[in-house]
């Protein structure tokens, strides 16, 4: 199991619409509004690396009023 958060920027005002969409989608274990240079932050997990990459950019970066993600997978040191 692979586990990352994916920090995402939006359009101003679509946090909230964004994090409801996100929490919508399999594989999304949590989606949260912050404040700061990110909007919303998600944490997801899939069965390896390649299908991460797939929910990340097939998925979540399919929302609208996303504009930017960066995913950072979890690491256990």
Known sequence: M???YVLIQTEVGKAAQVA?????IPGVESADDVTGPY?????ASAE?????????VARIQSIEGI?????????HL
């Open 2 to 4: 692979v586990q990352a």
């Open 39 to 43: 909007d919303v932050i998600v944490k």
């Open 20 to 24: 409801d969409e996100a929490r919508k």
């Open 67 to 75: 504009t930017r993600t960066l995913t950072c997978p979890i690491v």
């Open 48 to 56: 390896n690396v390649d299908q991460l990459g797939k929910l990340v």
